[in-house]
């Protein structure tokens, strides 16, 4: 929760930078907006998206960067740090793609870098992008991502990977089968049938003429002849047309991203200098009415904390002479009370513990060894059991054979005290049982020197060292 408490506070952090800096450019239009009837953050979505569509740039950053703040606005967002849900965020990261494209087109990267950054900072909210139904409107917005944000580290969208998919395989498709040509339109129907009817009648082989008169067929000829070279020229001027009309487009572009960055950089300019201006007589008066707060209220201040200090010393003297008196009666009861308790309560442990060890050896004298080891093992894991009874039942286990509990168990005495080496041998032989072989031979020599050398320990000692010094050269 905490970082996507972050991640909101970045975009609206974003957001009221890119608010600031669009101000001057989108001065008449705010205008006009004002004006209207105000439009849903839904219609004005698809009003950017439609203005995108027809290369209406500006119109379309107007709407999309109204859209995403109406998408993401403070209530909204504590509406979902509440609820843990933020059903407008795929409508948000829409215009915010929108947005940035809009700026790219006007050669505006800077403000596109910001879009991108406030999309990577709401995917840290719920990612979302990868997922969104984009179209090949913007099938460049991911070239733009490692273009001006390479760090913006986005996935990649499903959508726009299908369109490439589909945009790579289209030239094998056409390949595999030649696209038909079309059919004529209906108002040419009459035109096309009597040229295909004179192309026809032209590949057959004509009659000789009686004269030497054109026949219908060459005027049929040099008629259709014709067609083709006005159709051909049609389409030059088409072409030509087309590319004026691109340059002139991408011309008026630049010169309008030009005037909006001056018109930026003064809007930036003066709304900087006239913020300095009011922050600084706002400060001065802040200064001047705390200033003469301050000396008000430390003349009060002063005149009642030397009455309240008379008071409080002359109170503090009695009820301090009378607390400690009464503080050192009880200290001395409730220590002497404790005292007592606690050594009950040990005495109780102890004695809770002998009877523990005297039951679970009666059960092993019995033949019940599970319900012995059972409770061994409960004994040897008590948080509240001494070093004596963790003893008494690490020795018990080692005696019914259960080793691996009997390890465990020694490990809670950690060192072996002097005088305890008989529990260092049982120890050892237990790490034998278990596997244990170079634990084993380290904590059987060190109990050697002071057990007596049975049998028993004879034969054990064979088995761990050999078994030591096996597991040593593998």
Do not use: W
Request: glycine residues 2%; proline residues 5%.
């Amino acid at each position: 929760m905490r970082t996507t408490i972050a991640a909101l506070t970045a975009i609206l952090l974003i957001t009221a930078g890119a608010h600031a800096a669009d101000l001057q450019s989108a001065g008449g239009a705010d205008e006009k907006a004002q004006a209207a009837p105000a439009a849903s953050p839904d219609d004005l979505l698809k009003r950017g998206e439609e203005s995108y569509r027809a290369r209406q740039y500006a119109a379309a950053i107007n709407d999309l960067r109204t859209a995403s703040n109406a998408f993401l606005t403070p209530d909204q967002m504590r509406a979902y740090v509440n609820s843990g849900h933020f059903d407008s965020l795929p409508k948000f990261e829409t215009a915010v793609i929108y947005l940035a494209m809009s700026y790219a087109r006007l050669g505006r990267d800077a403000e596109a870098s910001e879009e991108i950054h406030r999309l990577t900072a709401a995917e840290a909210i719920e990612p979302t992008y990868a997922k969104l139904p984009l179209t090949a409107d913007v099938a460049d917005f991911e070239h733009l991502v490692a273009r001006v944000a390479p760090k913006a580290n986005l996935p990649a969208n499903a959508a726009l990977a299908q369109f490439r998919a589909n945009t790579a395989t289209a030239p094998e498709a056409a390949q595999a089968s030649p696209p038909q040509p079309p059919a004529p339109a209906p108002a040419q129907t009459t035109a096309a049938t009597t040229t295909t009817a004179t192309a026809t009648t032209a590949t057959a082989p004509p009659p000789v003429p009686p004269s030497s008169a054109p026949t219908p067929t060459t005027i049929a000829t040099k008629e259709t002849t014709t067609a083709d070279e006005r159709a051909a020229q049609s389409r030059i001027i088409e072409e030509r047309v087309a590319a004026e009309r691109s340059i002139a487009e991408r011309e008026a572009a630049e010169k309008i991203a030009a005037a909006q960055q001056a018109a930026q950089r003064s809007a930036e300019q003066r709304i900087a200098e006239e913020r300095t201006a009011i922050e600084k007589a706002a400060q001065e008066e802040i200064a001047a009415a705390q200033k003469a707060a301050d000396e008000k209220v430390a003349a009060e201040r002063a005149a009642a904390q030397k009455a309240a200090d008379e008071r409080v010393a002359a109170e503090r003297a009695v009820i301090a002479n009378e607390a400690q008196q009464q503080i050192t009666a009880a200290r001395a009861a409730a220590e002497q009370e404790a005292a007592t308790r606690v050594r009950a309560a040990l005495e109780q442990a102890r004695q809770n513990e002998d009877m523990m060890i005297r039951q679970a050896d009666g059960l092993v004298n019995g033949g019940d060894v599970d319900q012995a080891n059972a409770i061994y093992v409960k004994l040897a894991n008590s948080v509240s059991a001494s070093r004596q009874a963790i003893a008494a039942a690490a020795t018990g286990l080692y005696r019914t054979g259960d080793f691996s509990d009997a390890v465990k168990a020694f490990q809670r005495l950690s060192n072996f005290a002097r005088g305890e080496e008989d529990l260092r041998y049982y120890n050892a032989v237990s790490l034998y049982e278990t596997g244990h072989y170079d634990q084993a031979k380290k904590e059987l020599a060190c109990a050697l020197p002071y057990i007596q050398m049975t049998n028993e320990v004879m034969r054990y000692r064979a088995k761990i060292e050999q078994s030591a010094n096996q597991q040593a050269m593998r």
